[in-house]
């Protein structure tokens, strides 16, 4: 009778003790290094987009309000235009009255 292979190293998928046992024969730091972030490239790409995002905010405040402004410029004109057409027709009607 043939022994039982548990672990088989020309199988990439294999799942035998030995491929545990190579597992955790690295050292820790390394295989933690490979799953962890690279935090200070991730902080300074935080800091960098909470920069970005503050001083598109800024540029978002200045340019509502501008909106804002033009938009009341714009309803002034259209009252002012909608005044002159209820006198233009006021006019009117008391020409043909006479």
């Known amino acids: 009778m043939k022994p039982i292979e548990t672990d088989r190293s020309d199988d990439p998928n294999s799942h035998g003790v030995g491929s545990f046992f190579r597992l955790y024969s690295e050292k820790p730091s390394a295989r933690r290094a490979e799953k962890l972030l690279p935090l200070t490239k991730w902080k300074a790409e935080r800091e960098t987009l909470n920069e970005d ?3 598109l905010n800024s540029q978002h405040f200045a340019l509502k309000n501008e909106v804002g402004t033009v ?10 235009m909608q005044e002159q057409m209820r006198t233009r027709q006021r006019a009117k009607e008391n020409d043909m009255e006479l």
Not at 71 to 80: P, S, V, Y
């Open 53 to 55: 995002l503050q001083r």
């Open 71 to 80: 938009e009341k410029i714009r309803r002034n004109i259209t009252d002012i």
